[in-house]
């Protein structure tokens, strides 16, 4: 549970550093680059050349898989920043929050990681996930939204898709080809592979870059880093069952995200929104609960 615990703070840290990108009119684009090239500097400094020049082969089945990642990384951004500006940031959050879908079914269906281990609270701690996040991120309906359409619903679709590619591709990843001591290393190369993809696509569309752009993507690239560094120890901790660990985290960042959200930004919850909360902590009570029988 500590590993999930850090994940989950590494990722209330990122969601702190994307909020302050707006107050500080930092420009999106550039300082997701540059977090990128953060990520990747911080993942030397805590690995170590000697451990890279040690475990790093370009013949092992993981590291086209990390390169392959880092496109889909840095797509999947474009993808939100895209439906934020279209559609709204709740339904932006609501589609890549719900893409835990693809590795929890993937998990029980397809991989069967640890199926076994799972009991009938947890199943239904898993399903009332779902219902948590709805309920959290549900925002008053403005009557200036568009009506919901196949086309409104194409761009959030395809965050659900790429969120839960990229959930589900770590998750087979870990358990088939990263051994303990690649774990470290595993995202260097994903964040690597990302940051070549925007640093082109900057470079073509000319994108300038700034102080604040600077500043703001090594406040994001050191914990993004450590998000998924730790992210992988964790889903090793659980026997690589993303029916477990994705919930508990999706779940996880939502609360203590929102929690700062009031506290910080001031931000106001509907009565919905504040049952979406205590929801929340009755699912990870139901998907924990064995952890911390074990640890009393």
């Not at 994940?7 to 840290?13: E, G, M, W």
């Not at 590619?165 to 358990?175: G, R, T, V």
């Not at 929102?258 to 506290?263: G, K, S, Y």
Request: one cysteine or more; aromatic letters at 14%.
């Amino acid at each position: 549970m500590v590993y999930l615990l850090i994940t989950i703070l590494a990722n209330v840290a990122i969601f702190m550093a994307f909020r302050s990108y707006s107050k500080f009119n930092v420009n999106t684009l550039p300082a997701i680059v540059v977090n990128y090239g953060v990520c990747v500097v911080t993942g030397v400094s805590f690995v170590g050349a000697n451990s890279l020049k040690t475990h790093v082969e370009p013949s092992a089945p993981w590291f086209p898989f990390a390169l392959a990642l880092g496109i889909v990384f840095i797509s999947s951004f474009f993808l939100m920043a895209y439906t934020t500006q279209k559609r709204g940031v709740s339904v932006a959050t609501v589609a890549s929050k719900m893409s835990l879908a693809f590795p929890v079914i993937l998990s029980l269906f397809v991989f069967k990681y640890a199926v076994n281990e799972l009991d009938s609270w947890n199943y239904l701690g898993i399903a009332l996930t779902f219902v948590s996040i709805a309920l959290v991120s549900r925002k008053k309906r403005d009557s200036s939204m568009q009506p919901i359409t196949l086309k409104y619903l194409l761009l959030p679709m395809s965050i659900f898709v790429l969120g839960g590619l990229i959930d589900s591709s770590i998750n087979y990843a870990n358990h088939n080809y990263i051994e303990e001591a690649v774990e470290p290393i595993f995202p260097i190369f994903i964040f690597g592979s990302a940051f070549v993809s925007g640093s082109l696509f900057c470079l073509v569309k000319r994108v300038k870059f700034g102080w604040k752009e600077l500043v703001g993507g090594i406040c994001l690239g050191i914990p993004n880093y450590f998000s998924i560094f730790f992210k992988l120890k964790g889903l090793s901790a659980f026997n690589n069952n993303g029916a477990i660990v994705y919930p508990i985290l999706n779940i996880g960042i939502i609360i203590v995200s929102t929690l700062l959200a009031i506290v910080i930004f001031k931000e106001r919850l509907s009565r919905i929104n504040y049952i979406g909360v205590g929801l929340a902590l009755v699912v990870i009570f139901l998907l924990s609960y064995q952890e911390i029988l074990k640890a009393l």
